[in-house]
């Protein structure tokens, strides 16, 4: 079946740490997300891709940083600059990033500090 | 701008009983309406969305939503909840301007079914 995978499912990190998030999919999507979730916050955007070597801030992209170097592949690294982790990420994609094309996630990761 | 508002944070209700979320947006430009729904844990997952033509759109798990562009309101609706149906919804609305393509998610309304 198709779909996307995020891994691990729960991830520590310590204080001054670099984790990186995986997410992959097998749907030939071209646009790839990542987003963050906090308690009565809804979904923040921190970085998208519409294509391969390509990428966007979100409106939450600091102390994020990504890369797409493969179309299935859109790691999200938080760096030790990103003060308060502590979230559920979710990725997701679509077929492309026209204005009707629905989002598929992920099952998510939640990062914690230790 | 752009926004989009769920009116209700937490909507509790008894099993069979039917309920409505609600959703609201504001824009000057044309919309693309999505409902997901998230079970605990878990990512999002598409319920049902709104393109174009009938204002009325459906799920295969019995939920309904109507597009009112009057009232620039995309509410939710089952006529008799289940307890499986307990879990995040959000209401989700896409813009074209231009070439900013954007999703905008609303807070999440948490719907909590008791027999």
């Known amino acids: 079946d198709g779909g996307i995978t995020q891994s691990p499912k729960y991830l520590f990190r310590k204080e001054g740490q670099n984790v990186t998030l995986s997410c992959e999919q097998n749907?030939?999507?071209?646009?790839m997300y990542w987003y963050r979730q906090d308690p009565g916050q809804g979904l923040r955007l921190i970085y998208y891709?519409?294509?391969?070597?390509?990428?966007q801030k979100g409106d939450i992209a600091e102390g994020y940083s990504v890369s797409r170097e493969k179309k299935e592949s859109f790691p999200l690294t938080v760096t030790s600059a990103q003060k308060n982790p502590t979230a559920f990420y979710l990725c997701?994609?679509?077929?492309?990033?026209?204005?009707?094309?629905?989002?598929?996630f992920g099952d998510g990761t939640r990062l914690s500090i230790l | 701008a752009q926004s989009v508002t769920q009116l209700d944070s937490q909507v509790p209700v008894f099993e069979e009983a039917p309920v409505e979320l609600r959703c609201n947006y504001s824009?000057?430009?044309?919309?693309?309406l999505f409902w997901y729904v998230q079970y605990p844990n878990q990512g999002l997952q598409l319920l049902l969305k709104y393109l174009s033509g009938s204002t009325l759109v459906e799920s295969i798990n019995g939920f309904e939503a109507e597009f009112n562009k009057s009232q620039t309101s995309f509410h939710l609706r089952k006529p008799s909840v289940h307890i499986s149906d307990t879990a995040e919804y959000f209401c989700a609305v896409s813009f074209n301007a231009g070439n900013n393509r954007k999703l905008i998610w609303g807070l999440g309304t948490s719907l909590a079914v008791n027999p």
């Open positions: 997701a994609s679509s077929s492309g990033t026209g204005v009707g094309q629905p989002q598929h």
């Open positions: 749907l030939n999507h071209d646009a």
């Open positions: 891709s519409q294509i391969v070597n390509d990428f």
């Open positions: 824009s000057s430009v044309s919309v693309y």
